[in-house]
Each structure stands twice: as structure tokens, then as C-alpha cells.
């Protein structure tokens, strides 16, 4: 652990050289990244599977069927057709009675049921992998805001940096003249003082970058290196575009068109059916011809036709339904375009706002600037006191520190917003 810590600070002055050789890390890989190692991501070979197997129930009902048949039964008494004549013998029918019997049935015509049921089974599959679609989505907002954090970081770390290098070389100077006897000890124990707290506040900052760095690799299951390069999207033509391409606006579409093909299986289901059977084996006495009172094959093949005329309107009632589920669909996509409509403005409001406040912040910057110059000579020359030095120094370094959050948050503002949009 030793070692470890007494590398660090090696690794922050020579920074560069490390991320030379590190491959950058790009926001748009942290979202695809996200997206395999998501356990949601799993959901959609399982829904396809499923899907799969429905389909394959589908097609296996439009096959003939074949059925085995059998059935034995003893009854007290049969019929009697109550004629005495010696000319015609009345048959003696067994109480004792057994069929065997296959049966096949095959379907001519469904009047479009079998495609109606495999529209509409794409269709949910549709629907199910775009909802998958929509919570993945959502991890891109979740990137979003460890992946800025850590450039903040770096960011307040390289502006203490060099608040650091300038009280390292003025606490030379003032070493210098209390060895002279110029100064006083206490000046330069002041700096001294400074310059600890600047590598505290720079050492917290690192231990944020780890723990954001955590946070990147616990929602993409990826490794990255602390010194890594971040990227984000070319914002150089960046616009307030108002366009949307949001998973969600596809999920409602996908959603109208599964009304669609429920609507398409209820004409199906009204439209008449005509199919074939067949039925053959032996029974004992001839179920066909009931004067032969032994074991007898037979055989009865035919076909049939069902129209189902009176549903007493169940179907147009169903239809309605539907109608009021696409009109509900349509509801729901119209406020949530409106939702993120609103947002426009508040977006638009925000970046304008920080741009005010980071052209105010340059101006002072620059002012502060020349302030510190001007007092680190007099700190030179023994005019001005270090307290009244470090007063100036931090001054400048907070206004630094806040210049630098404004910039980099109107470029979250805009990544944000293209994510918001669903253009990132």
C-alpha cells in the first residue's frame, strides 16, 4: 500500500504520458457497454424463444388431427322393434356394446385465422422486445452523470494543480528571504499550510474519480483505467433541435398496430370454417348398420361447415374496445411528447443562463488574475503579507474552480438534452 501511494503523485505529474497509451474511453461505448451487461438485456432472446414456441403452437393447429378413440358400455335394455311375424325376425341387439375408432379432422378453410394468430403474435414480440428497448434506454441518463462527474473532477484537479505549482514557487521565494531574514517564518508556513490543503482537496478529488470510475464499470461490466481518456460527442454544431427519436414513440406505434391485428382475428373469427373428417375402426355390434350384431370395421368420411351467424354484436362491441385502446394509446404518446416539449424551453433556458454567468466569469477571472499578479510581486518585495496573498490566490481559485463547473455543465446540458431527445 505503501508503494501505491508514494506512486500516485507520479502518476498525476505525468498524467499524459499514461493516457497516451490508454485507449480512450468514448461516452457512446459506455452506452452500448451498459447495454450488453444489462440482466434486462437477457429478456429478449427469452421473448423470442417464446415467440418461437407460440408460433410453432400456431402452425402445428392448422395440421390434420388424429385421434384414438374407444369406448365400451352395458346397458339394461336395447331396442325392440315389438314385431311378431314369421316372415320378419326381429334382431336381437347385445346390452353389451364396444367401439374403437381413429378419427382425423383437417381444416379447409379458417377464413384467415391461422395468419390473423401469427400477426398478432409477431405483433406482441414487437411490443415486448420495444419495451426492452425503452428501460435500456434509460441507462444512457444513468452514464451521463458519473462519465461528467469525472471530468469535473479532473477538471478541479488541473486548477488546483496549478494553484499548487504557484504557491510552491512563491514558497521558494519566501524560503529565500527568511533565510535572509526578510521574512518571517510564519509567512512561509502560511504557504506551506496552502499548498497542503490544495494536495488534500486534489487527493479527495481522486478518490471521486475512482469511485465514478466504479460506478462506469458497475453499469458496463467493462474494466477502465483511472487515467483514461473520456470523449464526449462533437457539440461544435450543436442545435436546439425539437425533433424526437425516443424508443418510446416506436413502443406506441408498435402498440397502435397490435390493435391492428386483434381487429384482423375478430374478422377472422366471424368469417365461416370448413374443414374434413374421417373416422374409421370396428365396433361391436355395427354402429352403421344395427341389424349386424358382430365385431365390424366401418368408416364415415365427410366434410363440414360452421358459420357462427348471431354473436348477439359480441364482435362489434370488441371492436369498440379496441378503438378505445388505440385512442388511449394515442393519449399517452401525446403527453409524453408534451412532457419533453416542456422541457424545450427549461433547457434552452438553463444553457443561456450559463453562458451569461460564464462570460461574467471570464471577465473576473481575468481581473483576479491580474490582482494575483500584482500581489504575488508585492509578496516578493515584502509589501504584502502572505495571508493577504492567499486571500487573492484563493479568490482567483474559486473563481477558476466555478468557471470551469459552468463550461463543463452546459456541455452536460446539451448531452443531456440530445439524450433527452432521444438523439444520443
Same mark, same amino acid.
Given at each position: ?247 418510446? $414513440?416506436?413502443?406506441?406505434? #408498435?402498440?397502435?398496430? !397490435? @390493435?391492428?391485428?386483434?381487429?384482423? +382475428? =375478430?374478422?377472422?373469427? %366471424? ?33 363440414? $361447415?360452421?358459420?357462427?351467424? #348471431?354473436?348477439?354484436? !359480441? @364482435?362489434?362491441?370488441?371492436?369498440? +374496445? =379496441?378503438?378505445?385502446? %388505440? ?98
Amino acid at each position: 500500500m505503501k508503494i501505491a501511494f508514494a506512486l500516485l503523485p507520479l502518476s498525476l505529474f505525468f498524467g499524459p504520458a499514461f493516457t497516451q497509451t490508454t485507449k480512450p474511453l468514448d461516452l457512446g461505448a459506455c452506452y452500448a457497454a451498459a447495454r450488453e451487461h444489462a440482466v434486462l438485456a437477457g429478456q429478449l432472446p427469452l421473448y423470442q424463444q417464446q415467440n418461437g414456441l407460440k408460433l410453432a403452437q400456431i402452425d402445428a393447429s392448422r395440421k390434420p388431427e388424429l385421434t384414438l378413440n374407444a369406448k365400451a358400455s352395458m346397458q339394461t335394455e336395447n331396442v325392440d322393434l315389438g314385431i311378431d311375424n314369421p316372415l320378419f325376425q326381429s334382431p336381437d341387439l347385445p346390452l353389451f356394446q364396444f367401439r374403437l375408432t381413429a378419427d382425423a379432422a383437417y381444416t379447409l378453410y379458417d377464413g384467415g385465422m391461422h395468419q390473423a394468430q401469427r400477426e398478432q403474435e409477431l405483433a406482441a414480440l414487437r411490443v415486448q422486445e420495444q419495451a426492452v428497448e425503452v428501460e435500456l434506454r434509460k441507462l444512457h441518463e444513468r452514464i451521463n452523470q458519473p462519465f461528467f462527474s469525472i471530468l469535473l473532477l479532473r477538471k478541479k484537479i488541473q486548477v488546483l494543480e496549478n494553484s499548487r505549482k504557484d504557491l510552491l514557487a512563491r514558497s521558494e521565494t519566501l524560503d529565500g528571504a527568511v533565510r535572509a531574514g526578510a521574512r518571517l517564518q510564519s509567512e512561509a508556513e502560511r504557504l506551506k499550510i496552502q499548498i497542503t490543503r490544495l494536495e488534500a482537496d486534489m487527493d479527495k478529488a481522486r478518490y471521486d474519480i475512482r469511485a465514478m470510475f466504479r460506478i462506469l464499470e458497475a453499469l458496463t461490466g467493462e474494466r477502465y483505467d483511472d487515467q483514461a481518456e473520456l470523449l464526449i460527442p462533437d457539440l461544435s454544431a450543436f442545435q436546439w433541435q425539437t425533433g424526437l427519436e425516443r424508443p418510446e $414513440l416506436r413502443l406506441f406505434q #408498435l402498440q397502435q398496430d !397490435q @390493435t391492428l391485428t386483434a381487429e384482423q +382475428l =375478430l374478422e377472422a373469427r %366471424r368469417k365461416p370454417k370448413a374443414g374434413a373428417f374421417l373416422q374409421t375402426g370396428v365396433g361391436y355390434p355395427n354402429p352403421l348398420n344395427f341389424f349386424e350384431d358382430q365385431l365390424s370395421p366401418f368408416a364415415v368420411a365427410g366434410v363440414q $361447415l360452421s358459420w357462427k351467424i #348471431l354473436d348477439w354484436e !359480441q @364482435t362489434r362491441r370488441d371492436r369498440e +374496445l =379496441l378503438q378505445v385502446q %388505440r385512442a388511449l394509446i394515442e393519449t399517452q404518446k401525446a403527453h409524453f411528447v408534451q412532457q419533453l416539449n416542456l422541457l424545450d424551453g427549461k433547457y434552452q433556458e438553463d444553457a443561456a443562463g450559463l453562458e451569461a454567468l460564464i462570460r461574467s466569469q471570464e471577465a473576473i477571472a481575468q481581473r483576479q488574475e491580474r490582482i494575483r499578479m500584482e500581489s504575488a510581486a508585492q509578496l516578493e518585495q515584502g509589501t504584502l503579507s502572505a495571508t493577504d496573498y492567499l486571500s487573492e490566490l484563493n479568490a482567483e481559485l474559486q473563481t477558476q474552480l466555478q468557471l470551469e463547473t459552468y463550461r463543463l455543465q452546459i456541455q452536460q446540458l446539451k448531452v443531456d438534452f440530445l439524450t433527452l431527445k432521444g438523439l444520443l
